[in-house]
């Protein structure tokens, strides 16, 4: 008979405001980025990355009652957030009832598992950051940007030279 693992650890996360605070146990069950519209929309960002854990390794350590629920009948899942700042907190899925997702960007530490999936990729947005090179901008510390990027002209290939054959 195998032995019932024990948690390496702990995760703490809580909301932007800090009025819900959660933990999970360490490791989570698994992590993954979301491309799904509903997701985008929820988070209202490119994707949105979860961490899921089984319900009974999963705790809100503060603020229970300052979570709001928002049940898409469609989809037949639930998401929470926070009712003071409106972080997104909890997304479940009647088809698992005995997980809990959470997004990975509100915890402070390691959480075991590494995203390394993508669930609805066919619905990634052509204006996502893909990992292509990004430079330096000057004279803004701390920005980045993608160049874009150039044809390559023909050697003795000149760009105006049909406008100076109409002068």
Same mark, same amino acid.
């Given at each position: 008979?195998?032995?019932?693992?024990?948690?390496?650890?702990?995760?703490?996360?809580?909301?932007?405001?800090?009025?819900?605070?959660?933990?999970?146990?360490?490791?989570?069950?698994?992590?993954?980025?979301?491309?799904?519209?509903?997701?985008?929309?929820?988070?209202?960002?490119?994707?949105?990355?979860?961490?899921?854990?089984?319900?009974?390794?999963?705790?809100?350590?503060?603020?229970?009652?300052?979570?709001?629920?928002?049940?898409?009948?469609?989809?037949?899942?639930?998401?929470?957030?926070?009712?003071?700042?409106?972080?997104?907190?909890?997304?479940?899925?009647?088809?698992? %009832?005995?997980?809990?997702?959470?997004?990975?960007?509100?915890?402070?530490?390691?959480?075991?598992?590494?995203?390394?999936?993508?669930?609805?990729?066919?619905?990634?947005?052509?204006?996502?950051?893909?990992?292509? %090179?990004?430079?330096?901008?000057?004279?803004?510390?701390?920005?980045?940007?993608?160049?874009?990027?150039?044809?390559?002209?023909?050697?003795?290939?000149?760009?105006?030279?049909?406008?100076?054959?109409?002068?």
């Amino acid at each position: 008979m195998a032995k019932p693992t024990s948690p390496a650890g702990i995760a703490k996360g809580q909301c932007l405001c800090g009025k819900v605070a959660f933990e999970i146990d360490v490791p989570a069950r698994w992590a993954w980025h979301d491309h799904s519209a509903v997701s985008r929309r929820a988070h209202g960002a490119a994707y949105a990355t979860y961490v899921g854990s089984w319900r009974k390794r999963f705790r809100i350590t503060k603020g229970e009652t300052a979570i709001a629920r928002y049940e898409d009948k469609a989809s037949n899942t639930v998401r929470s957030f926070c009712a003071q700042c409106g972080t997104p907190l909890i997304y479940e899925r009647a088809r698992s %009832p005995r997980m809990v997702n959470i997004p990975r960007a509100l915890f402070t530490g390691r959480t075991g598992r590494q995203p390394l999936y993508h669930i609805a990729i066919e619905e990634l947005q052509e204006w996502a950051y893909t990992g292509e %090179p990004l430079v330096p901008l000057k004279g803004f510390p701390g920005v980045v940007w993608q160049r874009s990027k150039k044809k390559r002209r023909s050697a003795g290939e000149d760009p105006f030279e049909l406008a100076r054959e109409e002068v």
